[in-house]
């Protein structure tokens, strides 16, 4: 095991991260910009690193930085959590070449995966279903042509996009040269890269993902799925396990295809598998791969009753999977709803600002994960998840009533966040229900304006 372990992260995956090592017996190394030197990972960790600006173009994503902190700390391994530079495989191989375990799969499955087109490729080679569709597309007429033949609607999906950016849905070819620009045009400014693709648009389809996770002993399993349809311009806000859709046929086949997956490709450590289902929940169809942690892993761990950071921790440092993940088995039903510091009645406005109070809710089957605290100052600069409340009870039925419980507790006072928004979808009879998909926000909000 290691004996140090640098977290290049913030918020509250870096607090996760430092307390599994805790419980590890591993000491841990905080980096952290001039806007987050009161933020909880910074006083938690054995040991803190200021490593640039406010900006996360100056401190977070700057590999440079990251990797003189783990030097001048005597890290042996760094652990990215998500988002930032957790998928990037230019960072894997620098922290490869500098004898730094990097916490997750190698740079060339990060490469491989990472980028879209390749992925459907790998996932047609390993007859994972995948939607009809194009390789990367340069010519804007051509591209056109490639959008007739499978027939609008489409997707239009920059290659090296995230987080529904660099993603337009075109339902008319005479949108089409405008919507291909815009994507193309957003990607090349979020990530350096406007190659764009296209997919056959399913409609009102439903978003589930699949963790999975191996090691280096040749384990590979995956421990269930996630119903992540529940977003905000394709931005999740509640996700729930197991999905109230999936037929345990349709689980099963979803299940065994992601695991002939990733023992394709090799993959070692946790990674999401994503997919679309159709309304009618009989056929699925791969849409991309997530080669990190997520931000909603704990309603996997509280169904499966597992921790997921130690394992991958633990997967770098050579060891096996636990035997209680390999023997994992549902028991139960998760929901998380992610708790942002913006105004839902204000077009989801930031609400960055200090936070006068601070009560988070409790009791059985609660949980929270947060940085945040009475006092603190969300910043302006980055995300505005400010904490991850998850309930956890015996059925749905009973989630619900306690997820909706926890919300009416929840006190923040100081700045706006989405709790009432959350509290309105809890209370719909389609989500009761379980009748939703990942169109089902927007037309909400639209009923909401008429």
């Not at 977290?7 to 910009?33: D, M, P, Q």
């Not at 088995?329 to 929901?335: K, L």
């Not at 006068?356 to 980055?382: F, I, N």
Request: net charge negative; proline share 5%.
């Amino acid at each position: 095991m290691f004996k140090r372990v640098l977290v290049a992260n913030r918020g509250e995956i870096a607090l996760r991260i430092i307390r599994a090592c805790r419980e590890l017996g591993v000491e841990s190394v905080a980096v952290y910009s001039e806007a987050d030197v009161d933020s909880m990972h910074v006083q938690l960790a054995d040991e803190a690193v200021c490593i640039g600006k406010a900006s996360s173009k100056e401190s977070y994503l700057k590999p440079d930085r990251i990797i003189a902190a783990a030097e001048i700390t005597e890290s042996e391994a760094i652990h990215p959590g998500y988002g930032f530079l957790s998928e990037n495989a230019r960072f894997a191989e620098i922290c490869d070449s500098c004898n730094i375990r990097f916490i997750g799969p190698s740079s060339k499955v990060i490469s491989m995966m990472g980028d879209k087109a390749t992925a459907r490729a790998t996932a047609v080679a390993n007859g994972v279903p995948i939607t009809p569709g194009t390789d990367i597309l340069t010519d804007p007429k051509f591209a056109l042509e490639e959008a007739r033949r499978i027939g609008f609607p489409v997707m239009i999906k920059a290659t090296a996009g995230g987080g529904g950016r660099g993603m337009r849905p075109c339902f008319d070819e005479k949108d089409f040269h405008s919507l291909f620009d815009a994507a193309s045009n957003e990607a090349q400014a979020a990530f350096g890269n406007g190659d764009c693709y296209i997919e056959k648009l399913v409609l009102n389809p439903h978003h589930i993902e699949f963790q999975v996770i191996a090691d280096q002993h040749g384990n590979f399993i995956h421990l269930g799925e996630r119903d992540c349809s529940m977003q905000r311009r394709n931005q999740k806000i509640i996700e729930e396990c197991p999905s109230p859709l999936l037929s345990p046929e349709l689980r099963q086949r979803m299940g065994e295809a992601s695991v002939n997956l990733i023992r394709a490709i090799g993959y070692e450590n946790a990674g999401t598998i994503e997919y679309l289902v159709d309304d009618k929940g009989t056929d699925f169809y791969f849409m991309e791969m997530n080669t990190r942690i997520q931000v909603e892993h704990p309603v996997t761990e509280e169904v499966m009753g597992c921790e997921l950071i130690k394992e991958q921790i633990r997967i770098a440092a050579g060891e096996p999977l636990s035997r209680h993940v390999l023997d994992a088995s549902p028991r139960g039903h998760s929901i998380e709803c992610r708790i942002n510091a913006e105004d839902p009645y204000n077009n989801f406005a930031p609400s960055p600002g200090k936070i006068d109070l601070w009560y988070a809710p409790g009791g059985k089957g609660v949980r929270v994960d947060t940085h945040v605290y009475s006092g603190y100052t969300v910043p302006p600069h980055y995300d505005s998840m400010i904490a991850k409340l998850i309930v956890t009870a015996a059925t749905r039925e009973i989630a619900i009533a306690r997820m909706k419980r926890a919300l009416s507790e929840f006190m923040i006072r100081g700045i706006k966040t989405t709790i009432p928004f959350q509290l309105e979808i809890l209370n719909h009879p389609d989500f009761v229900s379980g009748n939703y998909d990942i169109g089902w926000v927007g037309r909400f909000l639209e009923e909401k304006k008429a």
